[in-house]
């Protein structure tokens, strides 16, 4: 199935997957509503995706404006075909040392937020009996790795409700749902992590800086969409191993990531500074 004339609702669509995904939509024809938190960003990647478009930004954790935010979307061209769930934030801290404000932000922004604007949306899409749903989880919604306790609570989270959504509204209604699994992608992912404390890292991984870039991510995720993919894996090397692991072998990933924890924890006991293992 292709997206041509279809709209496209892309969330933290002004950088990083979002700003790829709206290009790669754009070149297959697709109007595009565009959100995120900066205004200008948005303009900008609408110029670059070169379609028919809508900016609409809004913060994600705002719950109170999102049922206005969601009739001013499907206003704009009379109904929603695709709504793909793109913003969220990482972290990079150990358990031991990270303040639950932490944890509460991260599952606001990764997971409640996504839920809301789902909730909202779909209504239309079940009245209409088409439609298409997608969530940017992780890998880490399917591994656990040391550093980011948080992230993969929430990523475990969307994979566990959109692929419970989809049990209910796949045939009952005629609405895809795919979940997407992306590993390291050249974005500013790392940077804007989040710290034990919540302030924001501000530098990058080298496993970030060396994943896939983000227009073939995009592309990726589009094929995968195409096809009406349930699940759409986008990783390499270890992180495409891990996924499969997780699967056949998971004692296996557990020893691995159990020798990555001790690695870490020796690390803070004797006061060292670590790079991150893989997974985004």
């Known amino acids: 199935m292709g997206f041509q004339g279809q709209t496209v609702w892309i969330t933290g ?19 595009l509503i565009l959100s995120g938190r900066r205004e200008d960003a948005l303009k900008e990647v609408a110029v670059e995706a070169g379609a028919e478009h809508l900016i609409l930004p809004f913060e994600a954790t705002d719950y109170g404006a999102l049922p206005a935010i969601v009739e001013q979307a499907a206003g704009w061209q009379g109904h929603i075909d695709v709504l793909l769930n793109n913003a969220g934030i990482s972290q990079r801290s150990l358990a031991l040392d990270t303040d639950f404000s932490v944890y509460e932000k991260i599952m606001e922004v990764d997971f409640f ?21 997608a969530i940017i989880s992780s890998v880490a919604g399917k591994v656990g790795v040391p550093l980011r306790t948080g992230y993969c609570a929430a990523k475990h989270a969307c994979c566990g409700y959109y692929d419970a959504l989809r049990a209910e509204v796949e045939t009952a209604y005629g609405i895809k749902v795919s979940v997407i699994l992306p590993g390291s992608v050249q974005t500013a992912i790392a940077t804007n992590a989040l710290t034990a404390t919540g302030e924001v890292r501000g530098s990058s991984d080298a496993n970030i800086d060396n994943g896939l870039p983000a227009e073939e991510a995009a592309t990726r995720i589009l094929a995968g969409m195409a096809a009406g993919e349930r699940e759409i894996p986008v990783a390499e090397g270890m992180e495409a191993a891990a996924l499969q692991m997780r699967a056949a072998n998971p004692e296996g990933v557990f020893q691995i990531t159990a020798e990555q924890g001790r690695t870490l924890a020796e690390a803070r006991a004797n006061g060292e500074a670590v790079e991150p293992p893989k997974v985004r």
Do not use: Y
């Open 113 to 133: 937020a996504p839920v809301r604007l789902t909730q909202l949306v779909l209504p239309g899409m079940v009245e209409r009996k088409t439609g298409h749903i």
């Open 13 to 31: 669509a002004s950088s990083g997957i979002g700003a790829a995904l709206a290009k790669a939509f754009g070149a297959a024809g697709a109007k």
